[in-house]
Structures are given as structure tokens and as C-alpha cells.
Nanobody, 126 residues
Framework: QVLLVESGGGSVQAGGSLRLSCAVSGATTSRACVAWFREAPGKEREGVATAYIRGGITYYADSVKGRATISQDSAKNTVSLQMNSLKPEDTAIYYC???????????????????WGQGTQVTVSS
């Protein structure tokens, strides 16, 4: 079974930065689609970033484009999301997700991912 565990969430002032990490076991991140989603109160789960590492393809939501970077550490088998210039509207529970199989590109919707972490809270204050 594939297990994902997020870490790195916390509270930060607007304009600050956070680096979220997702430790993956049971699969090799370089051979899977990996993604970060977030869910804020009263809002639907939103895709933040996806990465097909083997294909070198990344996707970012318009709301975070230019402020977020998804990356992989192959030695540690982790996937990270670096977020800069954080805004109060970035406040949400952030989830990492993974899908295994053969891909041309990664799905951007949550229903495209089978494996999910437990989530980590990010709070941005003004």
C-alpha cells in the first residue's frame, strides 16, 4: 500500500514562506503523478500543483502560479511544495496525493488520485 505523510504546515504572516513536505512509501515518486491540494472552510478541494516527475511536467493553479514550486527529493522519496509570498486566502488544509500507473500527464482533479495524506494545516495571517 502507498502511504503519504505531510509535514511542514504552520502559521505564518502574510508575505512569508512555508515548505511543505510529503514522505511517500510504497511507491517511487519518480514513477508516479504527485500533487498538492488544499481545502479551505466553505470551499471545494482545489488542486494547487501537480508533477509528473518522469516526464518533467508540472502544473500550477492560477492562484499560486509564480509563488509555488513542486519538487522531488529522489534520495528521500519525498515531494515538497515551496510556497512564497503567502496570502491569507492561502489558509487551508493542504493534502498531498499520488497516482500510480502509466501517464502522459497528471490529472488535475482530486478524483484522479487514489492515495492521500492526512493533511497539514497552513494558516496565513494578515
Amino acid at each position: 500500500q502507498v502511504l503519504l505523510v505531510e509535514s511542514g504546515g504552520g502559521s505564518v504572516q502574510a508575505g512569508g514562506s512555508l515548505r511543505l513536505s510529503c514522505a511517500v512509501s510504497g511507491a517511487t515518486t519518480s514513477r508516479a503523478c504527485v500533487a498538492w491540494f488544499r481545502e479551505a472552510p466553505g470551499k471545494e478541494r482545489e488542486g494547487v500543483a501537480t508533477a509528473y516527475i518522469r516526464g518533467g511536467i508540472t502544473y500550477y493553479a492560477d492562484s499560486v502560479k509564480g509563488r509555488a514550486t513542486i519538487s522531488q527529493d529522489s534520495a528521500k522519496n519525498t515531494v515538497s511544495l515551496q510556497m512564497n509570498s503567502l496570502k491569507p486566502e492561502d489558509t487551508a488544509i493542504y493534502y498531498c496525493a499520488a497516482a500510480t500507473g502509466l501517464f502522459i500527464s497528471c490529472p488535475v482533479g482530486s478524483n484522479g488520485y487514489r492515495y492521500w495524506g492526512q493533511g497539514t494545516q497552513v494558516t496565513v495571517s494578515s
